[in-house]
């Protein structure tokens, strides 16, 4: 099976509904994927990663076989929970995906497995723990995916992600998928893969996405933040902070002045992230706060605006927070409130990712 066989075969499949032709992520990966290779891939958030491995993955589905098929990992509830459901949209049945993430009942997820679903989407812990517990056989698994690897590949994770490799037979593939691929990720990972691929989008950010910035003092940020939302007519806009307290404040500041806004930590417990997040795709709201750590994995459909009101700390962190916007092809704004000093910042920011900056 090829590429346009496989696009051809899940036309009409809810995942694929508006999709008329494949990105070049899923270009690149597809023949590789279907060929049984390890793949270690690298390309902007929001250009059609998901599909880029889980079209391979379900077109080489045997479904004779009624066991899991295919493991998908990713660091948070939210990234995992949002896999599954395209997962979803591309299976057979809805009973053949299963979740399995921290936070959720065991019992429940257990008895889901009963199922007998083909595909598990999940975290790294709750999976890597009914593993262990010899819940979830992993003896038919053809193909581990680890979504934002970055994140993933660490020291800290190592143990839990040897045991689920452990746990698969040995003829297995590996694909990694990231916005961003840091040397030390590859490193990590190359070890535990067969001779991977490593595919790189050259295209940090999509261009579809326009970069502002407007230079102010610092302690008239938040009034410039107001004014943005007010002037420039946002409906759907992520804002961006680098102190946990400063998610709260901002919030509230918004709220006050009747622009209603919820904050996003990465610590809140995941009811209130999904209502937070439920709140801004109905529109009841213009504007979630958040800090990097709470953002990463979120996929907001209609969210046109990224908003930096402190400057990101690392190329890969403006990276992460511009492809929140802009997704499948729409467009997209960021805009950076900066002082002078932070000006000089952003544009030499911009330089390395080859964007191009205009003034407000």
Known sequence: MNLQEVFN????????SGITAPTEIQCQTLPLALEDRDIIAQSPTGTGKTLAYLLPVFAGIKPDIKSVQAVIIAPTYELASQIAQVARGLAEKTEDVALLIGGADKKRQATTLKAKPLVIVGSLGRIS?????????????RTLVFDEADRLFDDKNMLSIQAVIKATLRDRQILLFSATMPNKTVEIAQPL???????????????????????????KKAEQLRSIIHNQGIEKALVFVNRPYDIEKTSERLNFHNMPASPLHGNKDKVARKAAMEALRRGKIKALVASDAGSRGLDISGLTHVINLDLPMREKDYIHRAGRCGRAG???TVISVVTE?????LKKMSKKLKISLEIL
């Open 193 to 219: 893969m067969k001779e991977p691929v490593r595919l790189t989008i050259d295209t940090l950010i999509p261009k579809n996405i326009r970069h502002f910035y407007v230079v102010i003092e610092g302690r």
């Open 341 to 345: 000093g932070e000006a000089e910042t």
């Open 129 to 141: 723990d009914f593993v262990l517990d010899k819940k979830l056989s992993m003896h038919h698994v």
């Open 9 to 16: 075969k899940f036309a009409d499949k809810p995942a694929m």
């Open 330 to 332: 729409s467009d997209g």
